[in-house]
């Protein structure tokens, strides 16, 4: 059976519908990062940020051009902590999502 709609269209449309997926897909991005798989954060973060409020608007808002951002979250980008944080925190306060850091024991 092929395929009728790709996958970035799929998660983009479930991200303008359901407000817990959206949640969710943010939480997933920053905890591959903060446990260390940083390639499929930030493949999670740029989908979400398409799926959301897009490059072009992340950059006005943050004051950064949207290519360096598109750029710093490719495969190969090495974004600063500073502007890193800068995107991960914005977003946090478009969606009303904060994450707060939890010193768990490992089971």
Do not use: W
Request: hydrophobic share 40%; aromatic share 8%; proline share 6%.
């Amino acid at each position: 059976m092929p395929i009728t709609k790709k996958f970035s269209d799929t998660v983009a449309t479930r991200l303008r519908e359901s407000p817990t997926f959206c949640r969710a897909l943010l939480r997933e991005a920053v905890g591959c990062l903060v446990n260390g798989d940083v390639d499929t954060g930030k493949i999670v973060l740029r989908d979400y940020i398409n799926g959301t409020i897009g490059f072009a608007e992340l950059g006005k808002a943050l004051g950064h051009s949207p290519a360096v951002l598109i750029r710093m979250l490719e495969p190969k980008g090495n974004p600063p902590l500073r502007k890193f944080l800068e995107v991960t925190t914005y977003l946090q306060k478009m969606n009303g999502n904060f994450f707060e850091v939890v010193d768990k024991k490992a089971a």
